[in-house]
Each structure stands twice: as C-alpha cells, then as structure tokens.
C-alpha cells in the first residue's frame, strides 16, 4: 500500500517537502502537491523544499555575490553583453523588459541556459526562436571583478535544475490524462528541453536616478505582478548586499532593510500573502504551461516583488536573486492543440517592446 507523506507548512503557510522524500518517494507527495499547486482557494502555488545538499548554500552565495559584482561594471563592459537578436533574452538586459506599461530599470538581468551553451537546432528553428535557442554569451574569463561567472552559473543552475526534474516526477501524476503519448512525461519535457533558461537579477539600490516608487504606489514596486509561463519555476532565497567602500570591494551580506520587501503571493482565492524562503532551501512555483499541461488541475502562480519604503533609507543595498525556469521544447504538445512555442509567443510580445533598440 502507498505510503503518503502528512502535509507540512512553513510558518506563514507554504507548503514544505524534504528533499530526501522527494528523491526516494516522490509519489508520496501527492497530497502536498496538491495543496501547494492546486485549485483550491487556499492555494498558494509554491512549495519550499527544505534538506538540500550542503553544496547548495555556496552555489547560491557564489553566484549571487557575482551578480552584485556584474552591475558594478561599467555600462560600456555590461552592454558587450547584450543580444538585441534574441529579444535581449541572452546575456545582460536592462530596461528593454515593459513591466507596469514602462521599461523596467530597477533591476538588471542576466539570462543564460545553464545547461546547454549551444542548442543543437536547425538555422531556421534558430532564427524562428531566438528567445530560446540562441547562444549563450558569457563574460570573458578575464573579466575584471567577475572571474568564474559562467562556472558558478551552471553550478547554480544545473542543482536548481536537478531538484525541479525530480519535483516535476510528484507532478506526474496531475498530467497525465492530457498526454496523447503515453511515453511522455513532465520530468521527461523538462529534462530532454533545450529551452531551459535561468534568470539572475540584480535589484539596485535605490537612488535620484532610480527612485523607489511612492509610498501609494503599486504592490508591485520592484517586479509587476505575472504569472511565469514556464511547467515550473526554481527560486533561491534572494540575498541582499551592502555596498562596498568601492567598486572593488567586497560587498556584506545583510538583512533587508524593510520587513515588507519581498515575493508575494496571491491565492487562488485572491488574498495576498508574503512568503520567505530560507536561504538553505529552494522554492518552486507553478507557470502557465504546467496549468495547460494538467488541464487546470495544477495553475500557475500569481506573483511580484515589493520593496518596502523603508529601504529609501538604505540607499546602498541591492537584492539579488536566481530564477531558473523549465520548460519544454517550443515543439511540444502542452495540450492536443497548442505548442510551448505558440503559447509563449504572446508572452514575448506583451512583455517586449519590439521597436526598441
């Protein structure tokens, strides 16, 4: 007889797994996906997943620390790093994306595959999707100040990519009703994809040039409200950075600067609730494809990033964050009548001024 693991919460009610149950048992977990990823109104759409290898605390804190250190260069040296031609969706970008109906200048981005540097694809499937199968560009070795930035990504991003395909085996079960071919799978769109792409974001202090929005102002001060449009998407505890007396020196690590910045969630059932990730643990959150992959039974999660307006206060401490999402193919079925790549036209478009330079 199955044996089914009793559902635990984090303190302010995300759902809990331990990484060992999830690699030995992950069908034990159906209950738990359920009331992480479901419908209910009590739904959050995260689940934290706690136990993780000691390898996983320097991962974060390595690559983190050179995403500080990556907007510290010079604008000249991080625009080398830029790809007009896959819709800034490689390498550096920094307000191309359109959040809140404007470019979006508060946080700089950083987009690689972790996993692939090259995709093995057709010049035309290349050219019909730059967003997903162009190729990674990455800082010179020699980089001054971001030595080993391309090592510590993948590091990063193969783990956070490891968990993900063995959470998407306790998914399983909630998609296959709506897979004509029977030998396909979540773990099975994730792990053979060359799509997988991994974000890491350098939120900047706040500053006369870059000033926080008012204290009226939207929820979604630092990153608009939106649902991913990935099957899942990894998370790592954001880490927040003092600057140093230069741009060569080593920032410190320390507490945000407002109880109130950080991700929030809203339910299924519309209430707004913040929720921390300890820093030895990863999230994950569901996206649209997975809510079209399973028919509505596992729905994608509503979310933003706030800043606090105490942090006005705190001009010199930035927030840095990793975010690696998984997703199919863009020739995959998500349903018996829309690709990956037909779904995630519209969100480029909407997201993407296609005039700009």
Sequence with gaps: METKQPIAYTPEGAVSVSYTTLVSAPESLGDSIERAFGSGPECLGIIIVRDLPPSYAAYRQRLLTLAYK???????????????????SFGW??????MNGKPDVLKGSYYANPLIDNPPVSPQHR????????QNIWPKPDEKGVEGFEEAFKDLGRFVSD???TLAEACQPFALSRFSDVSMSLPKLISTSQTTKARLLHYFPPSQENSLPAEDG???SWCGFHLDHSLLTGLCSAMYLSEGESDLSEPTVVQSASISSGLYIRTRGGELTKVSIPEDNLAF??????????????RATPHCVRVGTEVADSGTISREAFALFMQPDTDK?????VTFGQFSRGVFDEHYDKNSD
């Design 285 to 298: 959150q569901t996206g649209e494809a997975l809510e079209i992959a399973t028919g509505g039974k596992l």
């Design 93 to 98: 970008s920094h307000g191309k994306e359109i």
């Design 127 to 134: 050219k019909e999707w730059p967003e997903y199968y162009a």
């Design 218 to 220: 939207p929820m979604d």
């Design 70 to 88: 990556f907007a510290k260069l010079d604008e000249n040296v991080r625009e080398q790093y830029t790809d007009a031609s896959s819709n800034y």
């Design 333 to 337: 079925l998500l349903s018996p009548s």
């Design 163 to 165: 968990v993900g395909c």
